[in-house]
C-alpha cells in the first residue's frame, strides 16, 4: 500500500493561530525561514529517496522561485495551498477565485508544470463552503484534500467519507477528494496522521493508525506536515500559552519522526497514490 505524503509550504507565520497577533501587512517584515527549512526537508526525502506533494502558497512562491523550482526539479509534485492563506469560510466565492486562480497560475509560471491539486488553508472546506469545489474545478483543479471529516472547533465536515473518491460538485462537474486520514473508533473519528496530531502523540500511534489503516481498511493514508513544524529556532510570537503549545509541540522530534515513518511505509505524491486508485484518470476527470 502506497500512502501520500503532503507538505503545506507557508512561513510559520502564517498558521492561523497567529492570525490574530500579525497582520497582513506585517508579513514582508518578518523573518522568513521557509526557504532554508523547506530545503532541508528535501534534504531530508532525497536520504529516504521518497517522493511527495507540496501544496504550495502562492506568497510564498511569489518571493521564493527557486525554492519552487527546487521541488519540482526534485521530482516531488507542485500542488497548491491558495494565495494569501485566508480561510475559505472569511472568502466570497469570487475572493477565492482570484485567489486560487492568481496562485496556480503563479506556480504553473515557475515551474512549467501543471497544477492538478489543492488544500485549502486550515483545512477551510466546510459543509458551509462546499462551492469552492466548484470553483476548484472551474478553475482547472483536478483533485482537492482539504477536507477533513472530523469534528473540530475550526474546521472539519464530521460525516462526510473518509477514503479518497470522485465527488460531483455540479451537473457534469466531478473533483476528485483526498480527505484527511482519520482512524474510525466506537463511532468516533480521530485524526492521527499529521500537522499537531503527529507531533503531540507518541511515534507508535502515529504507526499503529497507518497500519490500521493500510492493513484492515485496505486504504492509503495522507500525512501531512507544514516546514515549520521542522523548525525550532523560528522566532516565538505572542500568543497564549495553550497556542504556544500546539504551535510549537516537539518541533524538535518531527524529522526523525519523519525519517521513521518513510523507512516503515510506502510514500508518494498524492497525484500518484489517487492515480494508482483510479478515482484519478488521466487527461480529464469528467
Ligand atoms: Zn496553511
Known amino acids: 500500500m502506497t ?45 529516504a529517496r521518497t517522493l511527495a506533494t507540496f501544496f504550495v502558497l502562492g506568497w510564498v512562491a511569489a518571493r521564493h522561485p527557486k525554492l519552487v523550482r527546487a521541488i519540482h526539479a526534485r521530482g516531488h509534485e507542485v500542488a497548491c495551498h491558495g494565495f494569501g492563506h485566508q480561510m475559505v469560510t472569511r472568502q466570497s466565492r469570487t475572493q477565492f477565485a482570484e485567489d486560487v486562480r492568481r496562485a496556480k497560475k503563479t506556480l504553473e509560471d515557475t515551474t512549467g508544470a501543471a497544477v492538478l491539486g489543492y488544500r485549502a488553508p486550515t483545512f477551510s472546506i466546510v459543509r458551509e463552503t462546499l462551492w469552492s469545489l466548484e470553483v476548484l474545478v472551474e ?18 465536515i464530521p460525516d462526510a467519507s473518509r477514503f479518497p473518491h470522485r465527488l460531483t460538485v455540479a451537473p457534469g462537474l466531478e473533483i476528485v477528494e483526498f480527505p484527511l486520514s482519520t482512524v474510525a473508533w466506537l463511532g468516533w473519528r480521530f485524526p492521527m496522521a499529521g500537522g499537531g496530531y503527529f507531533r503531540l502523540f507518541p511515534y507508535r500511534v502515529t504507526r499503529w493508525a497507518l497500519r490500521h489503516l493500510n492493513e484492515r481498511e485496505r486504504q492509503p493514508a495522507i500525512v501531512y506536515l507544514h516546514p515549520w513544524e521542522t523548525d525550532p529556532g ?23 519522526r519523519l525519517r521513521r515513518l518513510m523507512r516503515e511505509f510506502r510514500f508518494a505524491p498524492a497525484r500518484e497514490v489517487l492515480a494508482g486508485l483510479g478515482v484519478l484518470v488521466a487527461g480529464g476527470v469528467v
Open 234 to 256: 523560528q522566532p516565538r510570537l505572542p500568543v497564549g500559552r495553550v497556542a504556544q503549545f500546539r504551535h510549537g509541540v516537539n518541533s524538535r522530534a518531527t524529522e526523525g
Open 139 to 156: 478553475s482547472g483543479f483536478r483533485y482537492d484534500s482539504s477536507i477533513f471529516p472530523i469534528v473540530h472547533d475550526r474546521y472539519g
Open 3 to 47: 500512502n501520500a505524503l503532503t507538505f503545506d509550504v507557508e512561513e510559520y507565520f502564517h498558521a492561523e493561530v497567529f492570525a490574530g497577533v500579525v497582520r497582513r501587512e506585517e508579513w514582508p517584515n518578518l523573518e522568513s525561514r521557509v526557504a532554508e527549512t523547506t530545503e532541508r526537508l528535501l534534504d531530508v526525502l532525497a536520504d
